[in-house]
């Protein structure tokens, strides 16, 4: 079929997504959708929905300074905004084999 790929995955996952909308303080609005998977060491796929940007998001990377700023191009305020949610979200990370 695509005999010049070299495939290194192709897996099929049954995942669950939460999608949310809402308004910060700084009255910015933000849809999300959510996705738990068992790929990414229990990480959270998170999608921008109106800017179409995606984020692998655990609780190391809502440490990392400018991370979200950077990821969702953002204003430093609207991320710290972002985090407080994400927070809530993304939770501990469990590592499974």
Not at 36 to 50: A, C, I, P
């Amino acid at each position: 079929m695509l005999p010049d790929y070299d495939f290194m995955s192709d897996m099929t996952e049954e995942t669950s997504t939460r999608f949310t909308t809402f308004i910060t303080p700084s009255l910015k609005r933000f849809d999300l959708a959510v996705t738990s998977t068992n790929r990414f060491y229990g990480k959270k796929l998170v999608t921008d929905l109106q800017s179409g940007k995606t984020a692998i998001i655990g609780p190391d990377d809502l440490e990392e300074e400018g991370y979200l700023e950077y990821t969702f191009k953002i204003s430093e305020e609207e991320a710290a905004e972002l985090s407080q949610f994400l927070y809530l979200i993304v939770g501990t990370v469990n590592f499974t084999d």
